[in-house]
């Protein structure tokens, strides 16, 4: 099994930066495509970001240039640092993690369970 463990969601003030963090642990024998979706009350889930194995880099427009994605490779990890977060960033944010296990040699993908993110003065 792969499992992924989420933080640094919360209650941020319009301007303000949030940093996310999703740690996958489990039989990985490699990891390829890692990326933050995002759903909001009565929308259905985005896309954010995304980051392939060779460090390349997708956003949705409406948050290009304010939210950057990275990723530690020696920890299994994916963060989204946010910037500049505007009240219609208001969403529960969640990693979603693609590879392959160790071992089965069979592919994974897999999510977290979900940070909240608010921003509201």
């Known amino acids: 099994q792969v499992q992924l463990v989420e933080s640094g969601g919360g209650l941020v003030q319009p301007g303000g930066s949030l940093r996310l963090s999703c740690a996958a642990s489990?039989?990985?024998?490699?990891?390829?495509?890692m990326g933050w979706y995002r759903q909001a009350p009565g929308k259905q889930r985005e896309l954010v970001a995304s980051?392939?194995?060779?460090?390349?880099?997708n956003y949705v427009d409406s948050v290009k240039g304010r939210f950057t994605i990275s990723r530690d490779n020696a920890l299994n990890t994916v963060y989204l640092q946010m910037n500049s977060l505007r009240p219609e960033d208001t969403a529960a944010y969640y990693c979603?993690?693609?590879?392959?296990?160790?071992?089965?040699?069979?592919?994974?993908?897999?999510w977290g369970q979900g940070t909240q993110v608010t921003v509201s003065s």
């Open positions: 979603n993690v693609k590879g392959r296990r160790r071992w089965t040699y069979t592919d994974f993908d897999s």
């Open positions: 489990g039989y990985i024998l490699s990891i390829s495509a």
């Open positions: 980051i392939a194995s060779g460090g390349s880099t």
